[in-house]
């Protein structure tokens, strides 16, 4: 199974940018790259998406490495609300394509 | 635009004893899923639909549970009998398509005592 590996939890100083990485060695051509965090007690929300080139919103952008085997989130200017946990999952093509979560990586950013 | 909503927010119940949630999701989105997430682990995906079919429901431990999608909008996620290990949050979520961003409701927070 394709499957995303995080870093359990990195820590920030608010202000500064924040590069979370996720290595995905077996992804497949036509597998997502999806980008999604979780506040405590909230539901995960939506931070972008991509499947093989580099994606820009409001939010962050995620670079795509050239063999698509990881990818980095990057927070250009991290606030006390970044912090959350962040997951990495591949939408995988099965006979739909099928999400799988990985653990995430636990934010904390330092005031 | 209106969110995913799920109701009951909050459930206790004793181990044997049958629950149901209910999620409606963004008007327009095709795909639904629903998730289970265990205190301190990622969400793990229970059954995936499609309008009103199935897509995958590989991780869903048919013995106990169920869920349906009639007409293609809200859904129905049942657990019986319930276990003590099924104490978890139980998150509906809805997209447009599989590969597009999913929106998630609030989540139904589940105790089996």
């Known amino acids: 199974d394709a499957k995303t590996t995080q870093p359990n939890s990195m820590e920030s100083n608010e202000e500064e940018p924040v590069h979370l990485p996720c290595n995905h060695s077996t992804i497949s051509g036509t597998d997502y790259i999806h980008w999604y965090r979780q506040l405590p007690s909230q539901g995960p929300e939506y931070v972008i998406h991509?499947?093989?080139s580099n994606v820009n919103n409001r939010m962050a952008s995620l670079a795509i490495a050239e063999d698509r085997k990881s990818s980095t989130l990057i927070l250009h200017r991290a606030t006390l609300r970044d912090a959350a946990v962040y997951y990495c999952i591949l939408i995988i093509l099965g006979g739909s394509y099928i999400p799988t979560f990985g653990r995430g990586t636990s934010l904390i950013v330092h005031p | 635009e209106a969110g995913v909503a799920q109701s009951p927010r909050y459930k206790i119940i004793e181990k044997r004893q049958s629950v149901a949630f209910w999620c409606n999701p963004i008007s327009g989105h095709a795909t639904l899923y629903w998730y289970q997430q265990i205190l301190g682990q990622g969400p793990k995906l229970l059954i995936q639909f499609q309008n009103n079919g199935v897509v995958d429901d590989s991780q869903l431990p048919k013995d106990r549970f169920s869920a349906e999608r009639l007409k293609g909008v809200d859904s129905t996620l049942k657990i019986q009998p319930a276990k003590l290990e099924d104490s978890a949050v139980y998150l509906c979520a809805s997209s447009l398509d599989p590969t597009n961003e999913q929106f998630f409701g609030p989540g139904t927070r589940l105790t089996v005592l």
């Open positions: 991509g499947l093989t």
